[in-house]
């Protein structure tokens, strides 16, 4: 019986040189196709990004951030990009295993795969066992996402990585609310690429046709949408026989009339505990507690009484907030009576 043997995996292609890049060169390059980090947003698993929004940074539609996080300290990228190398230095600390920085953007060898692209934090070098380390850090909030590990988003990321280096084990250092610190394994799972990489196939057809992905419900789709059409024509269009669309507005009718009794009876049992509380600031109960105290008094401007009382202050500190579409709905008889 004829033994089978597996396929050595390519190395990837260096696609450009990050050594000496400027921050916009290195967005500009990321356009060519779907990085590491984005993969769980190009497969709409990320809970930070939607498609539709990376739809519109890959065509130019949309800037990936008006401000650097690298350069903002109110940024939790900013401390895990500082805080980066000391976590790379402690894991070799910790397992002897040596690291170097990988100063490009991969591309995977295959030309039918050209739009999955890597940066990689480290390569772990001379070491049999493992090939990859991604340097992660979570603050109090986050910190809550690794509970039970690499969260599915990250492992989605280093399956993408694997998946353009043709490597097979990668490990993820983690430093958590600045003190405790992990490391986890993550073995390739050809199964799982083959899935990603069909998933992100989909996605990147949507670049290349330049055709919209579907919105998903989340804020990230809610202000992509408002960034990819700011404006209205103050036309009208008539969708009364389009099945599909009238079945969603009746559903979203349905599920706001839902939302309209689910809030008023969330506002009476509110209100109840509340007359039980009378002035205690905590009450306890067998499942839980709830806190009902006075915020700090503050001081602010009574612009109002400031205009009345010198009206040029507007023309000397005019502030032009540009305006914004509002999404109303509006039952006719027929609808609303059925």
Sequence with gaps: METMTATPHRAPLRLVSTKEMSRDEWLEARKQGIGASEAAAAIG??????????????????????????????????????????????????????????????????????????????????????????????????????????????????????????????????????QEFRVYR?????????????????????????????????????????????RDTGETINLKNDPVLNEAFDGLIQVRDSLDTLNQEERSLKQFIQQSMEDHSRALFANGSVSWKRSKDSVSLNTSAALKANPSLLEQYPLQRPGSRRFLIKQTNEGAGS
């Design 45 to 178: 698993i990320s809970p930070y990004q939607s498609q539709l929004e990376l739809w519109m940074i890959k065509t130019g539609r949309l800037a990936q951030t008006e401000e650097d996080p690298f350069q903002s300290p109110h940024a939790p990228m900013y401390w895990g990009n500082i805080l980066e190398p000391i976590i790379a230095e402690h894991y070799t600390k910790l397992t002897g295993r040596k690291t170097r920085r990988v100063n490009a953007i991969l591309q995977h060898p295959d030309k039918e795969l050209h739009w999955m692209l890597a940066n990689l934090d480290y390569s772990v070098v001379s070491d049999n066992t493992v090939q990859i380390l991604e340097c992660k850090t979570a603050g109090e909030y986050g910190a809550k996402l690794w509970k039970d590990g690499v969260p599915h988003y990250y492992q989605c990321q280093v399956q993408h990585q694997l998946a353009v280096t043709g490597k097979q084990t990668a490990e993820v250092a983690v430093l958590l609310c600045g």
């Design 186 to 230: 993550i073995e390739r799972d050809d199964e799982l690429i083959a899935q990603l990489i069909r998933m992100e196939r989909e996605f990147w057809s949507y670049v290349e046709s330049d055709t919209p992905p579907p919105a998903d419900g989340s804020d990230s789709a809610d202000q992509a949408l408002r960034a990819l059409y700011p």
